[in-house]
């Protein structure tokens, strides 16, 4: 499990090696070094990078530059760059980058859980990647609403798209159903959403004596 | 912050305590009794945990009374069977409480027992003529296309009549209703049982009624259901528009429910979107509102079949100040011709030796999941006996209901457990107490790799027929290879 941190050594690693292994990175690099805040990372394997004797880390000086810049609440602009820079971003597989986004969870004791999740995955899968206590009974197919979720800020909500008829059929059935609840399978990472704030429904502890009429089935 | 010192305090007493594990047994296996197990697991380290179940299968109504082409509900089997998987859970199937164990010696093997074997039983109407031949309540029904082993023989009759009615507008009711009208090749590709998908390829049924006492805006079923049934292929749908006029009580419901508007929404559309009459031979489903039956009908001939149902007409009133509509008769009656009933009016749970029990709403008097004593006059609780599911809080709700039912008598558990109630410092027999009286008894239970080799049966023999499985539904053959 990664801590949660805004942007981790090895995602920062990444960069830097992906950068280096382009050959003329500092082309890509620096534009990329002075406005970046969305952290890019290689899903595999980027620590034995670290210790790989062909790799001549040091002479490259970026890593701190990244790492004040990457500090800072991350905003979004910079994955055009993927898409205009082709040569940055297809390489080899295992050079496949991928944004993430920040999003915090706050459970059923309002505790905060901040993740990093990569952009296209959704929040189910990142709630249960980072031991999040979100249930998932359907496994994301739209047949249950377990992974019910409160969009915290309805801002963020209004980015979503409109939740489909078969998403409202789930939300019914919701406990402690909200204006601004989504199922978490539903809510997929884009990088409108840094920042996303999901509280897991709380209410349902007591729905018992909250005479909560269950639904019939 | 008292509370969570508790916890951390138990939990510490506990980790220490292998040698003294706190005995549970969870009785029924399905989403209850295993959300029961999910959470119990969780919140207590030295927690080991026996669901026992009466069928040689686990997970309840996930595998009898989930509809067959619903697999996306089915899904969540494999979060239940993590946890039977679980090394400190263990499940005992063709183990059957009242048979044979007995409460008293359940609770005397463990701690904790928790009672969430559901409802196998159903409400009745109490109208003449429920007893006719033709008569079944939907429970029967959901079970035989399922393959529950106890209804593999259910005598239904699908070929001497083309009109059924459904008594009710839930769920269930739908279910039970667009598996009649459904094209039958949509069916053949589910895990259906077979005996079922044979008998509903032959079936004559073409017109169906589902018939409620309240209208449209009361309906009882959610909109993914609702709208799986208008969506139907070429089945022709009718409603009365008259119907779907709203009263001011009507207005303040929708008001304040969002399903209900959903579904009334839906309701409202359908009516729209229909040509006034079906094509010749078109398969029919009519919404019948604002009925209640007064009697069913029979011919004068032997066979003692239903003819039809004779219904009074019904107004709604307003019931105290609560919001709630309430239907009541008006006198006015009239009939409709059928040659099947299925009533979806409700299931109802079905006592065991001294278990206290509510005959009258057909559950276990309980607060937050702790058995109430019968004592009269007394709120007293029965140490170390708690309900979850059905059996505590009446027959409704989805297979999530269940996780926040069972988080609620978990939650239950463990104050009793932090206030000194339970006593898991003095040893139990449990897991080993139960296998040895199950030996004794000749009781041959079903362990869950048992169930995992009618698994792997029952979807090799789905794949050559191109269905997700093939139910095994003969006692026989469940325990036969079982065991193999």
Known sequence: MSPPVSLDERQLTSVTRAGYLQGSCSRYLHPLILTISVAFSIPASPPMLLSSPTSSRASIPTLETLKISGGKKPRVSQHVIFGKHHPF????????????????FIDKDGEEKHIKVPIGMSMLEAAHENDIELEGACEGSLACSTCHVIVMDVDYYNKLEDPTDEENDMLDLAFGLTETSRLGCQVIAKPELDGLHLALPAATRNFAVDGYVPKPH | ????????????????????????????????????????????????????????????????????????????????????????????????????????????????????????????????????KGIHSAREFVWWYNGHPDY?????????????????????????????????????????????????????????????????????????????ILGIKDLYIHIQEADLLKSPADEEELKNSRIQR?????????????PSQPRSGQRELHFVFFRRPDKFLHSDNISGNVTGVCYEKTILKENGGSGKQSAVGTGQFEDLECGLVLKSIGYKSVP????????????????????????????TFEKGLYVAGWLKRGPTGIIATNLYCAEETVASISEDLEQGLLTPSFPKP?????????????????????????????????SLRNKPREKIVSWQELLKVANE
């Open chain 1, 89 to 104: 971003s297809t390489t080899a597989a295992e050079n496949e980058q991928k944004e993430k986004i920040s999003v915090t």
């Open chain 2, 1 to 132: 912050m008292a509370v969570f010192q508790a916890r951390k305090w138990y939990s510490r007493s506990f980790s220490s305590l292998s040698s003294h594990p706190l005995h549970i047994c969870v009785v029924g296996s399905g989403p209850a009794g295993f959300y029961t197990a999910e959470k119990m697991l969780k919140a207590h380290q030295a927690a080991e945990i026996d669901i026992i179940d009466r069928l040689p299968t686990p997970f309840g109504l996930v595998r009898s009374g989930v509809a067959p082409d619903h697999p996306e509900t089915k899904i969540v089997v494999n979060q239940f069977s993590r946890v039977a998987l679980n090394e400190r859970c263990s499940f005992f199937g063709n183990v059957s409480l009242g048979t044979s164990i007995s409460l008293a010696e359940l609770r005397d093997m463990y701690h904790v027992v928790v009672l969430a074997y559901g409802a196998e039983s159903d409400r009745i109407l109490g109208v003449p003529g429920e007893d006719l």
């Open chain 2, 152 to 228: 593999k023989n259910l005598a239904l009759d699908l070929k001497s009549t083309e009109t059924a009615v459904i008594l009710g507008q839930g769920n269930v009711a739908l279910d039970v209703a667009r598996v009649l009208l459904r094209p039958k090749r949509e069916l053949a590709i589910t895990d259906i049982a077979n005996h079922a998908l044979v008998s509903l390829e032959e079936s004559c049924i073409r017109k169906v009624y589902l018939v409620g006492r309240r209208g449209p805006v009361q309906a009882a079923c959610t909109a993914k259901e609702l709208r799986e």
């Open chain 2, 262 to 274: 959903r579904v009334y929404e839906l309701l409202s559309k359908a009516v729209t979107s229909q």
């Open chain 2, 352 to 379: 065991v030796n001294g278990l206290p029990f509510d005959n009258h709403k057909g559950m276990v008097p309980n607060i937050r999941g702790r058995v109430l004593s019968d004592v009269p006059g007394e709120h």
């Open chain 2, 430 to 462: 449990g897991r080993e107490g139960l296998g040895q009286l199950l030996d004794s008894r000749n009781v041959r239970f079903v362990p869950f790799s048992g169930w995992e080799k009618i698994d792997v049966k029952e979807k090799a023999d789905g």
